[in-house]
């Protein structure tokens, strides 16, 4: 019994895997390109949902940055500049529109005429302009202090009106003068 084998005498050994050879798989061109078009998908998708661990990473970084700036926040010195900056808005609108009557007094007292007595003075500044009750020692000095404001920077025109003579002997008139808006601004 010892020369009977099951295995004949040449073949007896490891096996040779020189001869093996892998079963060849051809692919048409179509399917090549759905297997690149696959690849480039499932590419762009791991990329995509690289991208989405990221942003939700800086999401997460920002929300606490905003937790932290949101605990050192002064609530009662953010109130104090709201109410300042409120204040600020009033006062400015006050500026803007503030008319300062002061300039056209300091005008009218260095171009008055001084025989010429201002009694009264109306002024409006949404017509832009001011009346004034007064009486002069004479016609020609009425007639000179008209010609002066007339000749000054700022006033549009002088009207008299309502001239005539007083109890005293002094001559009653009303000046009525338009002015540009910058005389009293």
């Known amino acids: 019994m010892d020369?009977?084998?099951?295995?004949p005498k040449k073949d007896k050994?490891?096996?040779?895997?020189?001869?093996?050879?892998?079963?060849r798989l051809e692919f048409n061109a179509l399917?090549?390109?759905?297997?690149?078009?696959?690849?480039l998908a499932v590419m762009v998708w791991g990329g995509l949902y690289l991208w989405q661990i990221n942003l939700n990473k800086q999401i997460q970084a920002y929300s606490q940055e905003k937790q932290q700036l949101t605990g050192q926040r002064n609530l009662e010195l953010e109130n104090k500049l709201k109410n300042l900056g409120v204040l600020l808005e009033v006062f400015n609108g006050i500026l803007t529109n503030h008319r300062r009557w002061s300039k056209f007094f300091?005008?009218?007292?260095?171009?008055?005429?001084s025989s010429i007595i201002f009694n009264s003075f109306k002024g409006d500044d949404k017509?832009?302009?001011?009346?004034?009750?007064g009486s002069s020692a004479s016609y020609g000095a009425l007639a000179q202090q008209i010609k002066v404001l007339e000749n000054t920077a700022g006033v549009a025109n002088v009207a008299a009106s309502d001239i005539g003579l007083s109890e005293e002997g002094?001559?009653?008139?009303?000046?009525?003068l338009n002015?540009?808006?910058?005389?009293?601004?």
């Open 13 to 23: 050994g490891l096996p040779s895997f020189s001869t093996f050879q892998k079963p």
């Open 170 to 176: 002094r001559v009653k008139f009303i000046l009525k």
């Open 106 to 113: 300091i005008l009218l007292q260095q171009k008055t005429v």
């Open 3 to 7: 020369n009977i084998s099951l295995i």
């Open 127 to 133: 017509t832009a302009s001011i009346v004034l009750d």
């Open 179 to 185: 002015f540009t808006p910058d005389l009293i601004k």
């Open 31 to 39: 399917t090549k390109a759905g297997l690149v078009l696959l690849a």
